[in-house]
């Protein structure tokens, strides 16, 4: 099992490339973006030194399924899929905000609630939540989006108006459209016994028109609970069972990473990339209600040059 962890095409009509953290954009005539999901792996914004196999083609296919699922609500970026680790999709101006919407008290909002923490984001939160209570309503945490190496930070409407970063008319339109994908989200989540407890989504304009654009409802961008025995664990004050990339996160932290200057990577070994191989393929079928089907990982980069270039010179 091979797994894609850097990419150097030249597509038709290429016009430059962005290597994010866990995806690499190609702008093809400043009217497109060709997304490739990487197989790379990132936890505490560091990139991990191996890459895990089929974790690009499971999440670009469960963002095209979520994507195509909620075009009713707003309109989206997507306009194909020419291979399982590629979306291509209409080139948006992004806003310089993740809006992260929350909602049960956990991860690091429960970390700063637990120290004392009682305003996130300027939302107030109320006194005597235990971890992973939900919220009466979700509440909508923005943060600013992150250089590579960088740490997104949080940021309140307030601020995000302040600044200049959208207008109250687009904060109104980008907040209407985070709560009605959360709803949705949730829904479908709730079909498959599952919670969708946070998620972040990102927009940005294209023609004067706010558009969702990247990933959506994935693993790696939301936090699951299973629904069976939600109740029972959390009224004995027990971890609930979670299906997101918090294994991730937890295995790392046991093993002495945060992302703090000076902490060393644990060492990747063969089970370890299995294993998070094996977990995400757990993820995926969870989540789509579908069986995993494994591409053929023998030339992935040169599977996707192939198709990508065939969708282009259509």
């Not at 191989?277 to 209600?289: D, M, P, Q, V």
Request: aromatic content about 10%; overall charge negative; proline content about 5%.
């Amino acid at each position: 099992m091979k797994a894609l962890t850097a990419t150097e095409f030249n597509f038709p009509g290429q016009k430059s490339v962005y290597h994010g953290k866990v995806r690499d954009v190609y702008n093809i005539n400043g009217e497109k973006l060709v997304m490739v999901a990487t197989d790379r792996i990132s936890a505490f914004d560091v990139v991990l030194p191996k890459g895990i196999p089929f974790k690009g083609q499971m999440l670009n296919q469960i963002a095209a399924k979520f994507l195509d699922a909620t075009t009713d609500i707003c309109p989206n970026w997507k306009m194909a899929t020419p291979d399982p680790m590629v979306t291509v999709g209409v080139m948006c101006e992004g806003f310089p905000v993740e809006m992260i919407v929350r909602g049960y008290l956990c991860g690091s909002a429960w970390r700063a609630y637990k120290s004392g923490v009682r305003e996130i984001c300027g939302v107030k939160l109320p006194e005597g939540m235990k971890e992973n209570q939900k919220f009466p309503e979700p509440i909508i945490t923005p943060t600013t989006k992150a250089e590579i190496g960088e740490h997104d930070a949080d940021i309140s409407k307030e601020e995000i108006l302040a600044q200049g970063l959208a207008t109250p008319e687009e904060y109104d339109v980008l907040e209407k459209y985070t709560m009605a994908l959360f709803k949705r989200g949730t829904e479908i989540a709730a079909e498959r016994g599952l919670i969708l407890v946070d998620t972040k989504y990102e927009f940005g304009k294209h023609d004067g028109k706010i558009y969702l654009m990247d990933e959506i409802h994935t693993p790696d961008s939301s936090r699951y609970f299973y629904s069976e025995g939600y109740e029972e664990r959390f009224a004995n004050g027990e971890p609930q069972k979670q299906l997101s990339k918090e294994f991730v996160r937890e295995w790392l932290m046991e093993n002495g990473f945060q992302g703090k200057e000076g902490q060393q990577v644990p060492e990747m070994t063969d089970e370890i990339v299995t294993s998070i191989s094996e977990r995400y393929i757990e993820l995926y079928e969870h989540i789509t209600g579908e069986k995993f089907v494994k591409e053929d990982t023998g030339n992935i980069a040169e599977r996707i040059e192939k198709n990508v270039t065939e969708y282009l010179n259509k």
